[in-house]
């Protein structure tokens, strides 16, 4: 008795289901029927948006390459500047150095003893 009942319950809902998937094929064919016709009816537009983002695209091309030399430009001296302020104290000392030999090394006059 229990199984002639869950065989109705399965071939209805097996019913039910046959008739829900071909509701949802006659709305996705309906969807696919206006979604061409909005395209269709819309597309000179977006051709239109499309050239307008080109053109202003290579109108700002010259200014954003500007601007990256500059921002170029300040990342090489910031790396220069970051590698040698920590390097001063000894460049100074190296030149210090060389200074002094050179300063010691030049040759002094001797002074003649009076006759």
Same mark, same amino acid.
């Given at each position: 008795?229990?199984?002639?009942?869950? /065989?109705? %319950?399965? *071939?209805?809902?097996? #019913?039910?289901?046959?008739? /829900?998937?071909?509701? #949802?094929? %006659?709305?996705?064919?309906?969807?696919? %029927?206006?979604? $061409?016709?909005? $395209?269709?009816? $819309?597309?000179?537009?977006?051709?239109?948006?499309?050239? +307008?983002? +080109?053109?202003?695209? /290579?109108? =700002?091309?010259?200014?954003?390459?500007?601007?990256?030399?500059?921002?170029?430009?300040? %990342?090489?001296?910031?790396?220069?500047?970051? #590698? /040698?302020?920590? +390097?001063?104290? *000894?460049? =100074?000392?190296?030149?210090?150095?060389?200074?002094?030999?050179?300063? *010691?090394?030049?040759?002094?006059?001797?002074?003649?003893?009076?006759?």
């Amino acid at each position: 008795m229990f199984e002639l009942l869950a /065989l109705g %319950v399965l *071939l209805a809902g097996g #019913v039910l289901m046959v008739g /829900l998937m071909g509701g #949802v094929l %006659v709305i996705g064919l309906v969807g696919a %029927v206006l979604k $061409l016709a909005f $395209l269709l009816i $819309l597309l000179p537009f977006k051709l239109l948006g499309f050239l +307008l983002k +080109l053109v202003l695209g /290579l109108a =700002l091309l010259p200014i954003v390459a500007a601007v990256g030399l500059v921002a170029l430009a300040f %990342v090489v001296i910031g790396g220069l500047l970051a #590698v /040698l302020v920590p +390097l001063l104290p *000894l460049i =100074l000392g190296g030149l210090l150095i060389v200074y002094l030999v050179k300063w *010691l090394a030049k040759p002094r006059p001797v002074a003649m003893p009076p006759a």
